[in-house]
């Protein structure tokens, strides 16, 4: 069965700083990769997705994502964070069984100290 | 802009009442979805729709069902509230072939069941 697992149910970083949020998949099938943010009281936005092309995907808000299939990952990046940044993120992977179907991860938070 | 509405954002109702929970999107598509929303759990599917009348079950269905009378609109109904279906529930949608799945998100209703 497919599974995203989200490494850190919190990251803290300071403004500037680099952001990386971790995503590993399993998959019997070539996946396809989604970032989604969460910001407060609302609901998800597409932040990238993966679906065969480039190995490196770049999304919103200077966000990125590399997919290595060696690694079975599709790690977030952002060189600097802003305020603006705090948020939950949610990975996710398409369902092999329909077309239709995402998988989450159990979401990271992300704080952004001053 | 694709948009995905829901009715209420929060709801407050009493264990054994039936709830309604609605939601429109208007981009003509063809999937839609129900989640629901708990801290540490990411989001898990109760049930999806990739027709008018067809509905399936999704990780968690029990004690909910559903509604599609018309492409646009999708319900989720409850049809005995009971306290531990206090969450967040999202509603989302997206067109029907794999290479656009992307999902296009509600803002959430926030029900509570005392």
């Known amino acids: 069965a497919q599974s995203v697992t989200q490494l850190g149910s919190h990251v803290s970083v300071s403004e500037g700083a680099l952001v990386l949020l971790r995503c590993n998949y399993s998959s019997s099938v070539p996946p396809y990769l989604f970032w989604y943010v969460q910001y407060p009281n609302q609901g998800l936005q597409l932040l990238l997705k993966y679906t065969s092309a480039a190995t490196l995907v770049k999304g919103i808000n200077g966000f990125e994502a590399e997919f290595k299939k060696s690694e079975t990952s599709f790690h977030l990046t952002k060189p600097s964070a802003h305020m603006s940044d705090a948020a939950e993120y949610f990975c996710a992977v398409s369902g092999e069984d329909s077309s239709y179907k995402l998988i989450f991860g159990s979401g990271t938070r992300l704080l952004v100290r001053p | ?114």
């Not at chain 2, 067809?54 to 559903?66: A, H, L, Q, R, T």
């Not at chain 2, 109904?77 to 794999?98: F, G, K, P």
Request: some cysteine; charged content about 30%; aromatic content about 12%.
């Open chain 2, 1 to 114: 802009d694709v948009k995905v509405t829901q009715s209420s954002r929060y709801l407050v109702k009493r264990t054994g009442e039936k709830v309604f929970l609605e939601c429109v999107q208007d981009m003509d598509h063809e999937n839609m979805f129900w989640y629901r929303q708990d801290p540490g759990l990411g989001l898990r599917l109760i049930y999806f729709s990739y027709d008018v009348k067809m509905k399936e079950k999704g990780d968690i269905p029990e004690g909910y069902s559903v509604s599609r009378e018309k492409k646009e609109r999708f319900s989720l109904i409850l049809e005995s509230a009971s306290t531990n279906q206090t969450s967040m529930y999202l509603c989302a949608s997206s067109l029907l072939e794999r290479t656009k799945n992307i999902q296009y998100f509600g803002a959430g209703t926030r029900l509570s069941v005392l």
